[in-house]
């Protein structure tokens, strides 16, 4: 962070994808987050968002699904259309609302993907913020 900045929020996802295609979900994730955030590729068929300069007290409902409507849009592959599907989860840190050791990238990459699981076992799209401390 730059000495003029005030602290933000930010988030990380957790997404576990079904039935994707890989060049067209990396393509689907950069049109849905901005210049200054970050997707990257897990391994097989899970990926990680880091959203930055989020507002204190951000709402990730909107996003979430602007997110699941462009993942769930049919594709066309090898002659199928398939239409795939994503757990995701999520856990934000807020710098004004979080103590220090629960701003760590380890504890909320485990909090995301603790979130996620518990998507993926409910069988619907994110609904549940799993806390980075619980």
């Known amino acids: 962070m730059k000495p003029d900045e005030s602290p933000t929020a930010r988030a990380l996802l957790a997404l576990e994808l079904i039935q994707d295609s890989p060049g067209v979900t990396a393509d689907r994730l ?9 997707a990257a590729r897990i391994g097989g068929d899970e990926f990680s968002l880091v959203l930055r300069h989020l507002p204190t007290g951000w709402d990730s409902s909107p996003f979430l699904r602007r997110l699941a409507d462009s993942l769930a849009q049919p594709v066309h592959v090898h002659g199928r259309i398939i239409t795939p599907s994503a757990s995701i989860g999520v856990a934000v840190a807020d710098p004004h609302a979080l103590p220090d050791g629960e701003r760590n990238p380890d504890l909320l990459l485990t909090a995301a993907d603790r979130s996620m699981y518990h998507d993926k076992t409910t069988r619907r799209i994110r609904r549940h913020i799993t806390p980075t401390g619980g």
């Open 30 to 38: 950069r049109h849905v987050i901005r210049p200054d955030d970050t």
